[in-house]
């Protein structure tokens, strides 16, 4: 075997071709490429078995899977986008193309000129190394935003790579064979320091303008990792059966999140939603703690309710720029949207409502003997204090009009809002870890929020990253 193995050279994955014969339910592996010479002809069930004596099963494993990689990757520098695995740290970025759903188009050049790779049907995948399929898994699936529009920075994670020419350098673009998600926004690199070995990170691949097309996520999830298994069996040894999903998106991004949390395309399972200066995703914010508020004051729902409703909710962690337009939208979004909310279960004003009802409610009329007491203090006139004070309280109650049954029917509509009220703020703390807002201080910018910290911060370092805190934070 060894002797036929140096004749014929190496069977490379450029010259494999796996198809199948016709028969009574079996599959055949055929290897089509150039012609043997007779002498040297074996079949394929014999070459099969002679690689597994050669190498063993593992060998057989790395022939018989597909290729990764992108079609027409860059092979300079790293090569990110290659069929070969990238440790970045304990992760394993690998590149997924000949997806299902994503973005149609290739998007080369005008916007996308930072890069000669092409955007459709593509896809990062990150794997922790000690992933297990068996164990239960969560699923991070990011959109990118407009990162290649205006601000000359990547397109999406294509790897930096193009002949500079006059129209590049005057757009001050940088051929520099680099990717976002390692270079910029250091997603591995959170993955890793987080460590949630049980997190798959999908990063979906789109055009310049958060054109991903349509996605609906447990299905592009499970092609994602098909494909993965596929083309990665060492990697991804096996598809996992179910997995909550994290939806998150950054900038234009944020729309793509919106629909993906559409009717048709919302998760079976969604863990939570990472918002970074994410468009669109304030409205929705808003509305679910609107929502978890009005629930909670529900009281035909009993707290056993309550605690369902919550723990079944999505976490959601939001990030914002200072000093950027998406500061103003998600502005203390979670302080405010409580704070209105209960304003409008109870106001103020109706408070001192009912307290003045219960307050005539609790005076009772005079009996005779308090009756002669009254006009005793009325003609004394009491200096002390005691006397002024019962002389009040008498005063009061003779001059007090029973409650009518209006007054009645309102008191008990102000108490049932009362005790709505009470309710909600018991289970203000769950609603407050539900909903994080995270203002991020001057002089970290729109493009480095995920990173947490200024580009030129140098490698990362644990803990400081955005991505890695919300990762930490979710249940």
């Given amino acids: 075997m060894a002797t036929r193995a140096t004749t014929r050279g190496p069977v490379t994955a450029d010259r494999r071709r796996a198809v199948a014969r016709p028969g009574a339910g079996t599959t055949t592996p055929t290897w089509q490429g150039p012609t043997l010479p007779d002498r040297l002809t074996v079949s394929a069930h014999q070459l099969v078995r002679g690689m597994q004596t050669v190498a063993g099963n593992r060998a057989m494993t ?275 949207t409580i704070e209105s909310t209960l304003k409008r279960i109870f106001p103020n004003g109706r408070k001192a409502e009912l307290q003045r009802l219960r307050t005539r409610q609790a005076l009772q009329p005079l009996a005779p003997a308090e009756t002669v007491r009254l006009k005793e203090l009325l003609r004394r006139r009491p200096t002390d204090q005691a006397g002024r004070d019962e002389l009040r309280s008498l005063r009061a109650r003779q001059s007090n009009q029973p409650l009518r049954p209006a007054d009645i029917g309102r008191m008990t509509v102000l108490s049932t809002q009362e005790t709505q009220l009470a309710t909600v703020t018991r289970y203000l703390p769950k609603i407050q870890q539900l909903y994080q807002l995270t203002a991020l201080p001057v002089g970290v910018e729109h493009e480095e929020i995920i990173r947490g910290t200024p580009t030129n911060s140098g490698n990362y370092q644990a803990g400081q990253g955005n991505l890695e805190k919300a990762l930490r934070s979710l249940p």
């Fill in 62 to 336: 790395f022939a018989l899977q597909r290729d990764g990689g992108w079609p027409g990757a860059s092979k300079k520098g790293p090569a990110w986008n290659d069929a070969t695995p990238k440790d970045v740290g304990k992760v394993r970025r690998l590149a997924i193309a000949g997806l299902a759903g994503g973005a149609g188009g290739s998007f080369k050049g005008g916007d996308s000129a930072h890069t000669t790779e092409a955007a459709d049907h593509r896809a990062i995948v990150l794997v922790p190394q000690g992933f297990s399929p068996k164990d239960p898994v969560d699923v991070l699936l990011y959109f990118h935003g407009h990162t290649e529009v205006w601000r000359g920075r990547y397109a999406g994670f294509r790897q930096r790579t193009f002949i500079p020419t006059a129209e590049t350098k005057k757009a001050g673009l940088t051929s520099d064979n680099k990717v976002r998600d390692v270079d910029l926004d250091q997603i591995e690199q959170q993955i890793d320091s987080s460590g949630k070995r049980q997190t798959i990170g999908i990063l979906a691949q789109g055009g310049p303008q958060h054109q991903f097309g349509d996605i609906n996520v447990d299905a592009y999830i499970s092609d994602v990792l098909t494909r993965t298994n596929k083309e990665y069996p060492t990697i991804l040894t096996a598809v996992p059966k179910s997995w909550s999903v994290i939806l998150s998106g950054h900038s234009g991004g944020g729309f793509a999140v919106q629909d993906a949390l559409s009717a048709a395309n919302k998760p079976k399972n969604l863990k939570g939603l990472l918002l970074f200066d994410a468009e669109a995703m304030h409205r929705d914010m808003r509305q679910r703690i609107t929502d978890d508020l009005n629930f909670l004051a529900d009281l035909t729902h009993s707290d056993a309710d309550r605690d369902t409703r919550l723990a079944g909710r999505p976490s959601v962690r939001a990030f914002t720029s200072a000093g950027s337009p998406y500061a103003d939208r998600y502005e203390d979004i979670v302080g405010a």
